[in-house]
């Protein structure tokens, strides 16, 4: 059997000439996140970042100070409010400096800062256990452009079994009740399994289980291409997704099939919800994503407005992943 070696399909790359660095340099003059092959690199590329880098320096300096007062004003806040802060109006300024950092840190697009942004969502979930504030949907996202998708899958299961009845509002009893704790959840089941009704799943979550169903299809089909002989030479195969490294040996022509079934169930279930998004995503250009960044507050669902949201949430790492358009618009 040749060697599975699982593709970094985001990486810290230079953000000038957009080559892996041998040796890794961050950006010194703020941010600390945006990586360069050198100090030469990142002088060459000081107009391109200065916008990110001060929205990132004044974010992490908001979040600082609004942490500092909260501590301040009320010391055991963290114990005390633990799971319940959207509720207690002392932390809203809190909560909206860190969600300040979230944000601006997607203005970078490399591994380290998906990986900044998952610790401060993460934290804040816990934090805000009700989430008001849809951490739910930014976090799949993030755990996919980081090639976890294992863990994203097992969020998104324990969201829908268990977390959406803390979505229903606070009953003193969450803190003792298991919080994300799903773990190694079978990808390949039934889209029954994870959703219970498809077409009671969020939109949001329908979309990233399919973008990991597509990773997994695309392995599957280069695993089964390989020549089945025993006698075949090794070679080293790179493949998209973990759980493909992991589960190799369960791999046969019914898996594929089943996963193209669920891809087509998903991408209904998808085009039910919002009849707009298909056509937006899947020919999506420059005058559209500007659109879709300058989208405004507030908007009905099933609406072209949702659409421009959903290709803003999603489109970064269905690009990251190669092939993944072409496996949808190929079942359409």
């Known amino acids: 059997m040749p060697t599975l070696q699982v593709t970094e399909l985001l990486s810290n790359r230079c953000g000038h000439c957009n080559t892996l660095p041998t040796t ?15 100090v030469a690199h990142q002088s060459l590329d000081y107009a391109s970042h200065t916008s990110a880098c001060r929205a990132i320096v004044t974010t992490q300096h908001n979040f600082s100070s609004a942490e500092a007062a909260l501590r301040s004003s009320n010391p055991s806040i963290f114990e005390t409010g633990h799971g319940r802060f959207w509720d207690l109006e002392e932390t809203r300024d809190y909560v909206d400096a860190r969600m300040g950092i979230v944000n601006s840190l997607g203005r970078v697009n490399n591994r380290i800062s998906e990986a900044t942004r998952l610790m401060h969502l993460q934290d804040l979930i816990q934090l805000c256990r009700t989430d008001p504030i849809g951490l739910r949907e930014e976090i799949p996202d993030v755990l996919l452009r980081l090639g976890q998708d294992q863990e ?14 803390l979505y229903r509002g606070w009953d003193g009893n969450e803190e003792t009740r298991p919080f994300a704790d799903v773990r190694d959840a079978d990808v390949f089941e039934s889209l029954e399994s994870c959703f219970g009704v498809v077409e009671e799943g969020s939109t949001q979550h329908l979309l990233d289980v399919l973008l990991i169903k597509v990773r ?7 695993l089964l291409r390989l020549p089945q002989s025993p ?91 190669p092939g993944a358009f072409d496996v949808v618009r190929g079942g359409r």
């Open 24 to 38: 890794l340099h961050l950006c010194t003059s703020g941010c600390h996140v945006q990586s360069y092959c050198s």
């Open 152 to 165: 994203c899958y097992d969020f998104i299961v324990w969201w829908t079994r268990a977390g959406k009845a």
């Open 216 to 222: 997994l299809l695309l392995d599957a089909r280069q």
């Open 231 to 321: 006698q075949a030479p090794d070679a080293e195969i790179q493949v998209l997704s973990h759980i493909t490294a992991a589960r190799h040996s369960t791999i046969t022509p019914e898996v594929a099939d089943r996963l193209t079934e669920q891809i087509k169930t998903l991408y209904r279930a998808v085009e039910e919800r919002n009849e707009f998004f298909w056509d937006i995503f899947l020919a999506h250009d420059a005058k559209t994503l500007q659109e879709a960044e300058d989208l405004k507050f507030p908007f009905a669902t099933g609406t072209r407005q949702e659409a421009l949201l959903m290709l803003r949430k999603h489109l970064p790492p269905w690009k990251d992943t």
